[in-house]
Structure formats: structure tokens, C-alpha cells
């Protein structure tokens, strides 16, 4: 009979931790909307909202967090930082509704003597007075022992003399922060497994920062070594470096160390989002789990293998976070990256048609990062239409455009067998290309049609770096033409909708059409 997994315990601290984040200030609606979905839509164990006595608008927004937990059963899961200050901000807790303090204590001998300027005996007769007033009050107590990654390092006697001490109060939880985020997975292992040890009867909460990049690590291994709770925050939020990333400590304890976590990973992403848009910090692209790439094939190659036997799959599926794995466009695109975009479109291409949206794909990609799904219609169209005759073909084209000036623009064009080069100048790249294309078209004395309208537009939900679809209106003798081209450049994209319209003429002209 199979183990049953260890229940782990995930505590965010986004909204109090990961507010210290340079530039990052929550306002009321937002705590509150953050704190509602941490613990109904993520289903988080535990949030820590706020330190006491931050601010007249801290304590509005934490009133208003307590009242909606006690209402929907969350109350006891709503933790606020407290100081050993005897009654202020137990005071402060109560009168907000709060019903959990996380008493800030100093995990360090140095932190007691330098900051403090006490000794350790007059430190725990102040945390005594502190908790026996909380206690009395009705409130849950925790206590961290900051600093207490180097503390454990400089002088061991200081932190057990302070363990001994607390473990005789009524303390629910001692969380070990990694504070200034200086211990490596090994570290963390060794010198947690030794306080569980000693204290067996004690909870242990691990409280990592992620200066050495090592805070999901060393999560791993304070689980490891026994922690009943790790802290974390959604998009590695934090002073510093962060924190923990809430959604790689999730996926690891759960996929790595087969733990049990309450946490709903369909959320995952769009609590990242929430973050994401309420703090203004923007979650890198390559970001584990919630970046906008992680679940995209780029290299051909992979995409071939995943469309023969997903060999380039995991267990780590973007299904399993509400999200959808992607294949980019570009110049390292194959045939099976095509293939699977033009799937997800419902559209079908024979294969001749294929190699040519492809080739034009690998060459859009020289120019541009990368092309879209929303862009793959768009080129489709483009080369589709482009079958036609090219009688006149552009070879080169050299814009110059200076502010206050004229533009120049330099040609090198086919017109049948022939090759020409001509220079024109205008308002504008577009108008100076127009000048210079007209001088190649004197040589078969074909007059340049009218512009009637000129319109761009990008995809839906396109970026500045999309590609640009331009349609032209034009008016050549009796005759109305509308004609498109496709660039990451809006001139060119007026260029070669322009290429296109004039081949037209010039076909019409040679089949003696009106």
C-alpha cells in the first residue's frame, strides 16, 4: 500500500512581503480583491496582508479583508506582522478584526544587540509580555525569528536559547526567514532538519528571499527536512531580489516531492495576471509557469517531434494551468510549425501553398522576432494573392527620412528583361517610393494610377511589433482596384500593396484588357 503524500502548507505574503517591492503599493480594492482570490479562487492556505500600524489606509484595507473572511470562513487563514511592542499592535489587530499575529522577533544575536540594543534576556521578557497580551486578547501568535539563516551561522547558542524560551509560550507556528536570502539548498537542509530535531514539538514555517536565485531550491529542501509551511509570493514579488515564486514552489513540491498542497493550479496564471497588472511589475516572458513563452516551440525541430509523438512534452502541461501550448513563427520555423498554427486556425493549405507561406514566414522572421498567430492569416492572404504575374519586380529599395526633410528613396526594379534604377524624393517614404516607381513606368508610358484611400490596421491585439496589413484604393482609367500587402514595416507594407497593383495594370495592359 502506497504512502500517503505529506500535506504541506503554502503561506502568501504578496500582499504584505511582496508590497515591499520597490514601486509596488496596492491600493484598498485592490488588497482586498488579491486577498479574496489567494484564498477562495487559488485556495491558499495562508496570507499574511499587512504590518500594524502601517497606515490609517492599511488598516481600512485590512478591516475590509477580516470582515469578508469571517463572513466566508477564512478568517483564522489571515495572518498580520506584529512587533514586540507589548500592547500597540496587538491592539492594532484586534481593532481591525484580525485574529492571527506574526510576531516579529530577532532571529539573530547581532540583530538583538545592534538593532534592538537588548540583550536576549531583555528581548524575551518583551516577546513574554507581548504574546501573553495576544493570547489574552483571543489572538493566535506566530513568531518569526529574523535573520535567522545567519543567526543559526554566528551564534547557535543565542537562537536555541531563544527556541527554549518560546517553546514554553503559546506559539502556533516559528517561521525561519532566510532574510536576506543567503543560504544554499544544503544550508537550509541541514540547519532546519537540526531545529526540527531539538524542537520536535514545535511548527516550523521556512520563509526564503531569492537573492542567490536559490529560494524554490532551498523551499525544496526545508520540505524536505520536515517544514510544515513554506512561504512564497505570486511573481516572486519582494524586496530585493523577491521571494519565492508561489507558482514554481507549487509545481515542484507537487511534481518533484510528491506533496500534498491545497492550491488550485488552474489559478495560478490568472493570479499572476491580477499581480501583474495591480503592482506593475511585469513578468518576464521566460518566466517558469505564468511567462507568456514558456509553453511555446520555437525550433522546428521540436515541433516535428511534438506533432509525431509529443516528444518534446512534459509533465509539466500548459493544460494543467488553464493555459495552451503554441508554436512560434519565424525563421527557425518548419513544416510542423506551420502545420500546427494553421490547426489551431482551422485552416488548410495544400502543401504547395504551404511551402510558399512558409518561405515567406522565414523570411518576415530575418526581420522581425516574431510572428503571431493573429499574423498567419494575414501572410496567407498575402501570398495568395501574390500568385499572379510579376512583370515588375522590386529588387532593392534604400528609404532615407529625416525630420523636417524630404524623404529619398532609391530603386532597383525588373520591368520585364530589363533592370532600373531610379531615385525619387517625397513627403514621406511612401510618396518619395511613388516618385521613383512612376519614372520606371514612363519606359512602357503607363501613367500611375489615382490614390483614393489608404488604410493600415494591425491584428487584434497586436503589439508595435506585429506585422502591419496595408489596402489601398486605387482608380486606374475606368477602373477601381483595392489591393493589400503584409510587412512589419508600414511603408513597405504600402509598397507592396502598390507592387501588386501595378503588376495588375501592367498585365492588364499586355493582355490588351481596358
Not at 544554499?184 to 520563509?207: K, T
Not at 509598397?495 to 501595378?502: D, F, N, V
Amino acid at each position: 500500500m502506497s504512502e500517503k503524500p505529506r500535506k504541506v502548507k503554502l503561506v502568501d505574503v504578496t500582499l504584505r512581503d511582496g508590497e515591499q517591492t520597490q514601486g509596488v503599493s496596492f491600493s484598498q480594492s485592490e488588497k482586498v480583491s488579491i486577498a479574496k482570490a489567494l484564498l477562495r479562487s487559488l485556495k491558499v492556505d495562508r496570507i499574511e496582508v499587512a504590518s500594524a500600524g502601517v497606515s490609517e489606509g492599511e488598516r481600512e484595507a485590512v478591516r475590509r479583508i477580516n470582515g469578508w473572511a469571517a463572513r466566508e470562513g477564512y478568517l483564522e487563514q489571515v495572518e498580520v506582522l506584529g512587533f514586540t511592542d507589548h500592547r500597540r499592535s496587538v491592539d492594532w489587530i484586534e481593532g481591525v478584526g484580525g485574529r492571527v499575529i506574526n510576531l516579529l522577533t530577532k532571529g539573530s544575536e547581532k540583530h538583538c544587540r545592534e538593532q534592538l540594543r537588548l540583550t536576549l534576556a531583555q528581548h524575551l521578557d518583551g516577546i513574554r509580555k507581548t504574546v501573553e497580551y495576544a493570547v489574552g486578547k483571543g489572538l493566535v501568535v506566530n513568531v518569526y525569528l529574523e535573520d535567522w539563516s545567519n543567526g543559526y551561522v554566528d551564534n547557535r547558542a543565542y537562537v536555541f536559547e531563544m527556541m527554549d524560551a518560546l517553546a514554553l509560550l503559546p506559539i502556533s507556528h516559528v517561521m525561519l526567514p532566510d532574510t536576506l536570502g543567503v543560504m544554499s539548498p544544503s544550508e537550509v537542509g541541514s540547519s532546519l532538519a537540526d531545529m526540527i530535531a531539538r524542537y520536535p514539538g514545535s511548527r516550523f514555517d521556512f520563509h526564503p528571499h531569492n537573492d542567490y536565485g536559490l529560494a524554490t531550491a532551498n523551499c525544496m529542501a526545508a520540505v524536505e527536512a520536515g517544514a510544515t509551511s513554506v512561504h512564497c509570493t505570486v511573481n516572486c514579488l519582494g524586496e530585493r531580489a523577491g521571494n519565492a515564486s508561489l507558482a514554481e514552489v507549487c509545481m515542484v513540491l507537487r511534481d518533484k516531492l510528491g506533496m500534498e498542497l491545497s492550491v488550485d493550479e488552474m489559478e495560478i496564471y490568472t493570479l499572476s495576471q491580477m499581480i501583474e497588472n495591480f503592482s506593475g511589475k511585469m513578468v518576464a516572458d521566460n518566466a517558469p509557469i505564468v511567462g507568456a513563452d514558456v509553453f511555446t516551440q520555437t525550433a522546428g525541430i521540436h515541433a516535428d517531434g511534438d506533432q509525431k509523438a509529443a516528444l518534446y512534452q512534459t509533465a509539466l502541461s500548459p493544460d494543467r494551468f488553464n493555459r495552451s501550448r503554441s508554436y512560434a513563427l519565424g525563421k527557425m520555423s518548419g513544416k510542423a510549425s506551420l502545420q500546427k498554427n494553421l490547426e489551431t486556425l482551422g485552416i488548410s493549405l495544400s502543401t504547395e501553398d504551404q511551402v510558399k507561406v512558409l518561405e515567406r514566414i522565414v523570411k518576415l522572421g530575418d526581420s522581425k522576432a516574431m510572428i503571431t498567430i493573429e499574423d498567419l492569416p494575414l501572410i496567407i492572404a498575402d501570398v495568395l494573392e501574390s500568385k499572379g504575374n510579376r512583370d515588375l519586380e522590386l529588387l532593392n529599395c534604400s528609404i532615407t527620412s529625416v525630420l523636417g526633410l524630404d524623404s529619398i528613396v532609391s530603386l532597383q526594379t525588373r520591368l520585364f528583361d530589363k533592370t532600373y534604377k531610379t531615385t525619387g524624393t517625397g513627403n514621406g517614404g511612401f510618396d518619395a517610393f511613388v516618385m521613383a516607381v512612376s519614372k520606371v513606368l514612363e519606359n512602357i508610358d503607363m501613367a500611375f494610377p489615382e490614390l483614393l484611400d489608404y488604410q493600415v490596421r494591425i491584428p487584434k491585439g497586436g503589439t508595435t511589433s506585429a506585422l502591419v496589413e496595408c489596402f489601398i484604393t486605387w482608380q486606374d482609367g475606368d477602373r477601381k482596384l483595392r489591393t493589400r500587402g503584409v510587412d512589419a514595416n508600414q511603408v513597405f507594407a504600402g509598397i507592396g500593396a502598390t507592387m501588386r497593383m501595378l503588376n495588375m495594370g501592367i498585365s492588364a495592359r499586355h493582355n490588351g484588357q481596358s
